[in-house]
């Protein structure tokens, strides 16, 4: 199964969200013993650098970087994305490119809290629990 994992999902797991870590590790942890296929794009990756930068030293960062490359695919962002992205009906641009990047790959999910910033998509958003439940 191949999924697109937003990068709430991930950043409940780096910050430590009590309320959503645990499902959220267990969506990283399925991807890490490739149970499925977890995408991400490039531009999660550099929004979660951006987020975490204040905090986090260079080195942790870089850690961080290295070990999300192992557990999940790092999808290129295309300039085609960016276009196809503007004629998508969401109400965020980013949330656009993250459909457009999973309908790309074929996702058959987008793994997701927001649900309802996916409304436009043509790949359904499920929560994590979800994905859990239908493995």
Excluded at 7 to 26: G, H, K, M, Q
């Amino acid at each position: 199964m191949k999924v697109w994992i937003d990068t709430n999902v991930i950043l409940d797991v780096l910050c430590n969200r009590p309320e959503f870590v645990d499902v959220s590790a267990d969506v990283w942890k399925q991807c890490e013993v490739h149970n499925i296929e977890g995408y991400v794009s490039s531009l999660s990756i550099l929004n979660i650098v951006y987020i975490m930068r204040k905090e986090l030293t260079q080195e942790k960062i870089s850690d961080i970087v290295r070990q999300l490359s192992m557990i999940f695919n790092v999808v290129d962002l295309k300039a085609d994305d960016i276009t196809k992205a503007t004629n998508l009906p969401f109400s965020d641009y980013e949330d656009a490119v993250q459909s457009v990047g999973a309908s790309r790959v074929k996702a058959q999910y987008i793994v997701t809290r927001n649900i309802k910033d996916y409304k436009g998509s043509k790949v359904p958003a499920i929560k994590p629990s979800e994905l859990l439940e239908r493995l």
